[in-house]
């Protein structure tokens, strides 16, 4: 059975994306997955989730081989439930405390926020 490292260079692959595009959408180095790709380093439980939310990777395959290389597309209310879930496992404070402060904005305060968002994503 083939090890992760060698399941990482699957997936990339199977993208046809480089190891510096695969970077890139998970906010790594090229080195950084290079290193796990060749077995230099262990892939950090946390670089697993993140590639599994990213590239929607059944994580058991991932981890161990078993099952399919990709999870059945998600619902978009278990993907809001799963995001959350990822997010409350991170220490991504600053992340956490937008979406409380969010929260607490009146309707008219949100509306500004989301026009912000969506002319900051037209420009993306």
């Given amino acids: 059975m083939q090890a992760l490292n060698q399941r ?21 180095s090229r080195s950084a997955v290079s290193n796990y790709e060749y077995g230099k380093t262990d892939v950090p439980d946390r670089t697993v989730k993140d590639i599994c939310r990213v590239f929607n990777v059944n994580e058991e395959w991932l981890r161990s081989g078993v099952g399919d290389i990709y999870r059945p597309p998600m619902e978009k209310g278990n993907e809001l439930v799963e995001l959350v879930a990822d997010l409350v496992q ?35």
Wanted: glycine share 0%; hydrophobic share 40%; net charge neutral.
């Fill in 8 to 28: 990482l260079i699957e997936l990339r692959k199977d993208k046809k994306l480089t190891q510096a595009e695969f970077a890139s959408k998970l906010n790594l």
């Fill in 90 to 124: 991170t220490d991504d404070d600053f992340s956490k405390q937008f979406i409380i402060e969010y929260l607490k904005l009146s309707e008219e305060e949100k509306e500004l926020i989301k026009k912000v968002i969506r002319n900051v994503k037209d420009y993306l």
